[in-house]
């Protein structure tokens, strides 16, 4: 007869003798711990497995899907969205309390109605680990500009970034862009990142005062660029060519590439020439960002 226990066909009530040739039931001896006692067998299942504790807390709520790349968040992010004339009349305006109280009395909402809501709520909506600091602004991307627009007059800087995907190095380059002057950015429309969410954090605002051109092709930009007077330097660690050495007072496109695979082959055969950051130090590692920095002070220095 099978043994498994999830029967309930058989008669309930003690056991008094074993069948004819088996074995007799087991009867602990005095002093024999029970099997409450003795606890699960090594290595085996626990036929008394220990009651789990209850708790009347309620549930936790379920952050659920984000769309981080509908999201601004931070304080200087969110300031330089609202100042943005492209902004005017569209997105959700969220803060808590004392932020909203701020905005409204600095007069920075612009037209827009402020969400009230309290801090774990606007945690929810955004991604974890964001760091909102009582507002956010949910927004639809920026149209951006043409090639055309950013190129022409050819006077300045423009740098031109080769699928660079991480959103922190982008923003940091929008930021340092900004700050040294540059005319704009050019990227990739199909590999670059949504100059929202954790860019837009990075970038500290860059994102909504630096005109960004979003191309096809990158060489074929180039061949554009060059066709209105600009000249391409490449970033490129194994190039003989010193930085300082390949700058000079024209109108300069600074094209970084990847930290993994660097510039492409065929946008690198488009560049003008390719030169490398010295250093000394023997650490031949820049972060892009770093390096997009120490590029952008070293070309405003040279057409100064």
């Known amino acids: 007869m099978s043994r498994n226990p999830e029967r309930n066909d058989r008669k309930s009530g003690p056991k008094t003798a074993s069948k004819p040739g088996g074995k007799p039931p087991f009867k602990p001896r005095s002093g024999d711990a029970s099997a409450e006692q003795r606890g699960p067998k090594p290595g085996g299942w626990n036929p008394n497995p220990p009651a789990r504790a209850f708790s009347s807390a309620a549930p936790r709520p379920s952050r659920g899907k984000v769309d981080a790349d509908g999201f601004l968040w931070g304080r200087h992010p969110v300031l330089a969205a609202l100042a943005n004339p492209a902004r005017k009349g569209m997105g959700r305006l969220l803060a808590t309390e004392d932020r909203a109280a701020e905005i409204e009395r600095e007069g920075t909402a612009n037209g827009h109605k402020i969400e009230v809501m309290d801090a774990q709520t606007l945690e929810r909506l955004l991604p974890a680990g964001a760091v909102h600091q009582g507002m956010a602004f949910k927004v639809q991307p920026l149209e951006g500009v043409s090639l055309e627009d950013l190129g022409d007059p050819a006077q300045g800087i423009i740098v031109m970034l080769d699928q660079l995907t991480d959103p922190q190095n982008v923003g940091a380059i929008f930021r340092s862009a900004l700050a040294f002057g540059a005319r704009g950015i050019v990227v990739q429309d199909r590999h670059s990142p949504v100059l929202a969410g954790a860019l ?6 860059a994102t909504e005062r630096l005109p960004c051109a979003r191309v096809t092709n990158l060489s074929r930009a180039l061949e554009r660029l060059a066709d209105l007077g600009w000249r391409a330097v490449g970033l490129d660690g194994d190039s003989e060519e010193l930085l300082e050495n390949a700058l000079d007072h024209r109108p300069t496109v600074l094209v970084m590439g990847s930290e993994g695979d660097g510039i492409r082959r065929l ?34 220095r040279k057409q100064r």
């Open 200 to 205: 837009a954090k990075a970038a500290a605002g």
């Open 267 to 300: 946008v690198a055969e488009h560049c003008d020439v390719l030169a490398k950051i010295p250093m000394p130090g023997g650490f031949e590692s820049l972060n892009v960002s770093n390096a997009a920095a120490v590029a952008l002070y070293e070309a405003t």
